[in-house]
């Protein structure tokens, strides 16, 4: 699984940030996080390519979502037939249809907006859900958790082959699929040489928000949570009033749930070329595993177990 920051800016776009979106690149899938302007320049510019599956929308503020008309009129240019879903927020749809609309046309291929609330299953797919997570922010707001299932277990083919006598083949597949095979004789369950399920991994993307104990939740154990880290403790008051998080903050609440990475981003054009200010306050309470997202950066997310 790879991430790469397309958008790290708050409200208002610098020279060095684009407004917010994130590319989730899992088993070839494509999982775009909200779609600001300039999106699809920055796709281009950092070569995440343009096949689309599912854009996840947090909020109808336009720092999040007016990206949105000119990417679906390029994929029409490019001929793409394959449907493309929008997901976002509960009471949302005519704005996200009035937005796309602007132009005039509609995509010539399918185009499917759905409507979600907190604790929704946004996404079933195979091996992974996506789930919405309650947010607070100024308006009707969502984050996004990925959440994989749990992998089978590791099969123990020296315990398979020296000690049962099984010979690499079929039986090995049957095994680690959970099946018991006969062999010599006698009965030989999956237990006795596949290990207990692996956990999948978890990546949590929370959108414009206060720091809230849904989002904590959501993000225990996380492999990665990309939280708003829009202001420094000199703005706490504006954080809170303006429905932002500080760095602090987020990393309070990310060393409370336990997750293994914090990636700030939504950065305030005030910290412009001093984001080392967020960053230090962000790891004084998360620890080193903090950094703050940049344009054009990726990153990939490996298994729990991969060392």
Not at 93 to 112: C, F, K, N, V
Request: charge should be negative; proline fraction near 6%.
């Amino acid at each position: 699984m790879r991430v790469t920051f397309l958008g790290t800016s708050g409200a208002v776009p610098t020279t060095e940030r684009n407004p917010s979106a994130v590319m989730v690149r899992r088993e070839g899938e494509r999982l775009l996080f909200d779609c600001g302007e300039g999106t699809q320049r920055q796709m281009m510019h950092f070569g995440t390519g343009f096949d689309v599956a599912h854009i996840f929308v947090s909020h109808m503020h336009g720092d999040h979502v007016l990206g949105i008309p000119g990417l679906l009129q390029t994929m029409d240019f490019n001929e793409r037939e394959e449907p493309l879903a929008i997901h976002a927020p509960h009471g949302t749809r005519s704005q996200l249809e009035a937005l796309i609309g602007a132009t005039g046309d509609r995509p010539s291929y399918p185009l499917r907006i759905t409507q979600n609330g907190p604790g929704d299953v946004v996404l079933d797919a195979n091996e992974y859900e996506v789930q919405a997570i309650e947010t607070e922010h100024r308006t009707q707001s969502l984050g996004y958790a990925l959440v994989e299932d749990d992998r089978k277990g590791r099969f123990d083919r020296e315990t398979a082959e020296n000690e049962l006598g099984i010979e690499p083949g079929p039986k090995y597949s049957k095994l680690h699929a959970g099946e018991a095979v006969e062999h010599d004789g006698r009965t030989i369950q999956p237990e006795e040489v596949v290990g207990p399920p692996r956990p999948g991994r978890t990546v949590v993307y929370t959108g414009d928000t206060r720091p809230v104990e849904a989002v904590r939740r959501a993000s225990e154990d996380a492999d990665l949570l990309i939280h708003d880290g829009t202001f420094g403790d000199d703005r706490a008051a504006r954080a809170r009033r303006t429905g932002h998080s500080t760095a602090r903050e987020a990393g309070s609440l990310a060393a409370e749930a336990g997750a293994k990475r914090l990636a700030l981003t939504h950065i305030s054009t005030r910290y412009a070329g001093r984001s080392d200010q967020l960053l230090e306050e962000a790891r004084e309470a998360f620890g080193e595993a903090a950094f703050v997202a940049a344009d054009g950066q990726s990153i990939d997310v490996p298994y729990p177990d991969d060392g």
